[in-house]
């Protein structure tokens, strides 16, 4: 039987002394709590959420599914969904990623095995660093081709495209417009994310011709 693995609750693991486990061992167990992510064979607890940060990922993720499943495009999951982009990278569960149809093939019962073709991290304060760190730099090597990061707390949205030379570089807001280079047709008003209350989804339907 393997080791019970050492649960980290916030930042980096000490792996120095500590049980390590697989990813495929993480995969098929079944956690106390699900919203956790694999690390340097350490299993680590994500930041708790804030009742803004999951109205507005609730928010994106309802928009994106409704938007994708219509146009027949790919997938849309989230979190505790997890996504590995490389064999020695870590096993992330991003707040949402979109897998277009053309790379269904990579996507297993629990997990992406490779990149997403988008991924959509919420920021919260705890999570801010990892977001803009860790999984910025790990999302850039491991081949994720759109990133968003989306900070309510701050009223901040920031894209990222992957370029030929595997960099990620700022994606063009024009007139306060997001459109998606992977996500085809798929366009977001930014300012609809830091409404109060945010706006309904029927609305935001038809602005998007759903």
Sequence with gaps: MTPQAQVIRKGRPDVGDAVRITYEDF????WDDPHV???????????PISDEHDDVAGLLYSL?????????????????????????LPGRAPDILFLAKKNLARKKKTHVEGPADAVVEVISPDSRGIDRGDKFFEYEA???????????????AEFYNLGRDGIYRPAPVTDGIFRSGVIKRFWLRVSWLWQRPLPHL?????????
């Design 64 to 88: 994106l599914r409704a938007f994708v499943e219509k146009r027949g495009l790919g997938v849309v999951k989230h979190d505790p969904f997890q996504m590995k982009t490389g064999p020695k």
């Design 27 to 30: 995969l098929e167990r079944e």
């Design 37 to 47: 992510e694999w690390v340097d064979g350490q299993v680590i607890m994500m930041a």
């Design 142 to 156: 491991g081949g994720v081709k759109e990133y968003w990061l989306i900070d309510p707390q701050r009223k901040q």
């Design 202 to 210: 029927v609305d935001l339907h038809k602005e998007l011709g759903l």
